[in-house]
């Protein structure tokens, strides 16, 4: 090697030599060299390179640790959203993903189906730009991820540069990151021996290895991978199946799993599953179920997506994993929308990799069903990363001494009083405004565009002015200083004024719209304008019956009981009070008795092309009319757009004036539709 006549030339010809033989050890688990021979060239590469820096190429072996530590992760926006994947527990469950397929393709032959195992490890997309590595993110929620390149380029199975000449000019392919087993417990026998934390299962640590800021500490993690599918695909025709997508991905040098198997129809799925079920022991990562997808790429276009899914792929999971434990004792959590749910306090046990130490009771009604008590002996689930909840009480297993669980009367948080309506199953606190476990929710609800519509005042701002413990509650908005915003993340003086500008707005605006940002639960836009027609002011609804609330329109029984608790929660009074005090005010409502829709009910469903759905709203209530969220026999007329929902078809039965989007023109011109 040493005899070639440039340096540069040396050190192109070296690297393509590593990474052919990164490509066979890691990807084909076929090395051709010995690992001391190995390490003779990538010596000779990193002095090369040492020598002549200028000469170092983003696909050399040795930039896959090199990046200096970030100081945070950067947000990507994925270009194709990583939906995530239905999941089907049972045989049934199969079938019926199957019948659900061949109807919407109308096909009475059987489909043929790509089958692989479901890694359970973490989701990543990269991105090669001309080849080249250019990118790595993780899922995410779907839409944005963390940015990970540097700790993307550490792990050996990923190339930096795609292999072969026909690739494409943009490629976003998607991957499951994983420790296989035996790797993991030699990463946890060395955390033990040096003294470090331990990792509860091999996902756990491929997820916290990924996340790492210093890419030094990744690569010393044993990550590998496996791809399964794109995201974009530019510069080259697109695979016609599943498994030519997967060939193809092998070819550019992505590692693919070697037990992917074509099959036909719902049992040829099934009997992969029993495969893969008996196989699952042996293998050297951790699954936690199977995956099918049709193979025929045309169908799964055809096929097309729900909103979070598509309709062409399913991911079959492995039952959960259980054991025996006792419940010592009851918590009870408060949830941001103010739901209590009851959470079990165990013995620590074991289950599918973790120690389990708390296991959901869903609600109190849960409760009763499962005849759960404390001091019980019960079985503890498990399944993925689903929170643990208990399956079922051991009744012979269980001492005599059982304690009952009560929900309490009090919220543990904010000290409310808890409230839990007739045929509900979950209890809530009434403590709405000021209970800090509701509080971000609230405030991001109190300022946004159809509430108090506070321009600037974002979800990312008041999380950090809440965790700033600058705002408590709502009624701080109004407190809050010069300085004080200034100072904050992105926020510089100017900001900060117009900010200011906005909030002092806010300060004029209706009583509805007063009542709608005070989060009273089921009292949307709708409900908040009858209210406000039917009371004079806060201090009249305050002092409501439920019987009087139900006076109003379109006020039952439920959002009755909802409104008087609210109102009657004294902390809820005092930061309406605040509120008031700090300058919020609006014109007393003049109601016109007048508009030739005056007295009609009408429902809105579907999209109309002519008309947003606020401007249908507003054009309607100006002519007098109520617009209602639901069909009841009290609706006059149901305006119907495109892709109309299940209101139609209730309409129809109740015999209600079904009327298009001509009809609208017609209503809205004063006409009656005929």
Request: aromatic residues 6%; hydrophobic residues 40%; charged residues 25%.
């Amino acid at each position: 090697m040493s005899s070639l006549k440039s340096p540069k030339a040396e050190i192109t010809c070296l690297v393509d030599l590593l990474n052919e033989h990164n490509y066979r050890y890691h990807v084909l688990d076929q090395p051709t060299i010995a690992d001391a021979e190995y390490d003779q060239l990538f010596r000779r590469l990193k002095q090369l390179e040492a020598d002549f820096p200028e000469l170092v190429t983003p696909n050399s072996p040795t930039q896959r640790v090199g990046a200096a530590p970030l100081k945070v992760f950067a947000a990507i926006q994925h270009d194709v959203p990583m939906l995530s994947l239905d999941n089907a527990f049972t045989e049934e469950d199969v079938h019926h993903f199957n019948q659900r397929i061949q109807e919407r393709l109308a096909l009475s032959t059987p489909i043929d189906y790509c089958c692989e195992p479901k890694l359970d490890g973490l989701a990543v997309n990269l991105r090669y730009v001309d080849g080249l590595l250019t990118q790595a993110a993780t899922r995410g929620d779907g839409m944005t991820g963390e940015e990970i390149t540097a700790n993307i380029k550490t792990i050996a199975s990923v190339p930096l540069r795609l292999r072969g000449k026909h690739y494409p000019t943009v490629l976003d392919v998607r991957g499951e990151v994983f420790i296989p087993k035996e790797a993991f417990i030699a990463l946890n026998a060395e955390a033990e021996k040096t003294g470090e934390k331990r990792f509860a299962n091999p996902r756990n640590a491929a997820a916290g290895s990924l996340r790492q800021l210093d890419p030094r500490i990744t690569a010393k993690r044993p990550l590998s991978i496996y791809f399964y599918s794109l995201g974009k695909l530019e510069g080259v025709p697109h695979p016609e199946t599943q498994a030519d997508l997967l060939h193809q991905l092998n070819q550019w040098g992505l590692r693919t799993s070697e037990l992917v198997k074509i099959v036909e129809g719902a049992e040829g799925c099934l009997a992969y599953y029993q495969e893969m079920s008996h196989k699952r022991a042996t293998l050297p990562f951790e699954i936690d179920g199977v995956v099918y997808k049709v193979n025929a790429i045309a169908l799964q276009q055809q096929l097309g997506y729900l909103s979070r899914s598509p309709r062409w792929a399913i991911a079959h999971k492995f039952p959960a994993e259980e054991a025996q434990t006792v419940i010592e004792a009851v918590a009870f959590q408060v949830g941001r929308t103010g739901a209590l749910t009851p959470v079990a306090k165990l013995t620590p046990v074991f289950v599918h990799g973790v120690t389990v130490s708390n296991a959901t009771l869903h609600n109190m009604d849960e409760v009763k069903r499962k005849d759960i008590h404390v001091g019980d002996t019960v079985i503890v689930r498990r399944a993925g990363d689903v929170i643990p909840e208990i399956a079922r009480v051991v009744k012979e297993a269980t001492a005599n001494k059982r304690l009952p669980i009560m929900l309490p009367s009090h919220c543990p948080v904010c000290h409310s009083l808890i409230e839990q309506l007739e045929g509900e199953a979950v209890a809530r606190c009434t403590g709405h405004l000021i209970c800090a476990a509701q509080r971000k929710e609230a405030i991001k609800h109190f300022a946004s565009r159809r509430a108090m519509d506070i321009e600037g005042l974002g979800d990312k701002l008041v999380e950090q002015l809440v965790d700033k413990a600058l705002i408590n509650n709502v009624a701080d908005i109004y407190s809050l200083t010069l300085a004080q915003l200034a100072e904050l993340d992105r926020m510089g003086k100017k900001s900060a004024e117009n900010l200011l500008v906005e909030i002092e707005k806010s300060k004029k605006t209706t009583f509805s719209r007063f009542l709608f940002a005070l989060g009273i639960r089921e009292v949307g836009e709708a409900t908040a304008k009858q209210l406000a027609h039917a009371f004079a002011d806060v201090e009249a609804i305050q002092a409501a019956s439920i019987e009087a609330l139900q006076t109003v329109e379109d006020v039952g029984p439920v959002v009755a009981a909802h409104i008087f608790y609210f109102c009657r929660e004294p902390h809820n009074q005092k930061i309406m009070q605040a509120l008031l005090a700090a300058g919020i005010h609006w014109e007393k409502i003049k109601i016109e008795k007048k508009g030739a829709l005056l007295g009609k009910t009408i429902v809105v469903t579907g999209t109309l092309s002519g008309y947003s759905r606020d401007e249908i709203k507003s054009l309607l209530e100006q002519n007098g009319a109520k617009v209602a969220n639901s069909v009841s026999a009290k609706t006059s007329y149901l305006i119907v757009g495109h892709d109309p929902g299940s209101k139609l078809e209730k309409a129809q039965k109740l015999g209600v004036t079904i009327v298009d989007e001509a009809g609208l023109a017609a209503l809205l011109q004063q006409t009656a539709p005929h």
